[in-house]
């Protein structure tokens, strides 16, 4: 059985599923969406597809579609997604998956209702050194995870258009970038709940009504408590994108650069356990990221082939909305948010 893609959208990210997409060997890209004409002639010449729609809609009346890869500007996600997933059509949508948690849950029902599979693109939860650290997590090899770091910074960079347009992206580098340091905190974490949250948040490097600078700190159920920041055209950070460290009571693990320090039972030496990767900088290199969409866009199609309910889907997209609006919130009044 071949999978019938259409995406919703042409800039880069959609780029990239292209790209991917056509390495499936059961799936063939149908058409795309967008409301430019001239950026839609070009993407699907670049990427051989035959059909071209101005609204999802448009698409959707004609037929013969088996799933939508949604990577539009923010606005449009919930009910880009909400429409497809009504007519019955399989969704991947890119993160953040609405403009707010009440949107989130929108369409988390809406998934629900549907026999159509729900999918949130997370991408980092499907790079191989943070699957490596989730094995060893999962393995016990740090023991309990007491507190972890996560990073989802831009240094020296931050884009323009939509993203710092707050009626169009719903929120600055929070939405863009820290949703990573969220969600792979989570998924190293096990997907705990989350119980409380603190930030800051502010706009220091730049002219527009968004946030670029960002630190969050969340407590979950499972008693971990994570620090995480987000921003753009930051000086400096400690990690990069995704980067996050894990502080058990049996040792300590990391991704970029990805390795474990455990301690012997008089903790007077640490055995380095090197899992084997490049180096940090090459695992943020076009191959190594086109390897993590390509696994993500296997696991989708796996998912419309074979059913059952994708991971991340809407309750993992709903729950890192509900941290966003909660720190938000709290760098608002400046108090603790409790979920």
Known sequence: M???LALAGTGWIAKVHARV????????????????????????????????????????????????????????????TIVALNAGVHVMVEKPMAMSATEARAVLEAGNQSDAVLMVAHCWRFHK??????????????????????????VNWGPAGWFVQKRLAGGGALVDMGIH?????????????????FASIGTHYGNYDVDDTGLV?????????????????QPHADGPEAGTQLYGTSGFGQVFPTFMDIPNAERSEV??????????????????????????????????????????GGL??????????AAYESACSGQVVML
């Open 2 to 4: 071949s999978v019938k």
């Open 181 to 197: 340091a969220i969600d792979t905190t989570r998924f190293l974490l096990g997907d705990p709940e989350p119980v409380s949250v």
């Open 217 to 233: 700190t969340v407590n979950w159920e499972s008693g971990v408590t994570s620090y995480l920041e987000s921003g753009w055209w």
């Open 271 to 312: 055995e380095r356990v090197d899992a084997g990767f490049s180096s940090e900088h090459d695992s943020h290199t076009m191959e190594s990221l086109e390897g993590m969409y390509s696994a993500q866009m296997a696991y989708f199609v796996e998912c419309i082939l074979h059913g059952g309910a994708p991971k991340p």
């Open 316 to 325: 993992e997209g709903w729950t890192n909305m509900r941290i966003v609006d």
């Open 21 to 80: 997409a056509l390495q499936q060997p059961d799936v063939e890209l149908v058409a795309v969406i967008n409301h430019r004409t001239d950026s839609m002639q070009s993407f699907t010449a670049e990427y051989d597809i035959r059909h071209q729609y101005t609204t999802v809609e448009e698409l959707l009346d004609e037929g013969g579609l088996d799933g939508l890869v949604i990577c539009t500007p923010n606005y449009l996600h919930a009910p880009q």
């Open 129 to 154: 050194e943070i699957r490596w650290l989730r094995d060893q997590v999962e393995a016990g090899r740090i023991g309990c995870i007491i507190r972890t770091k996560s990073y989802g910074v831009h």
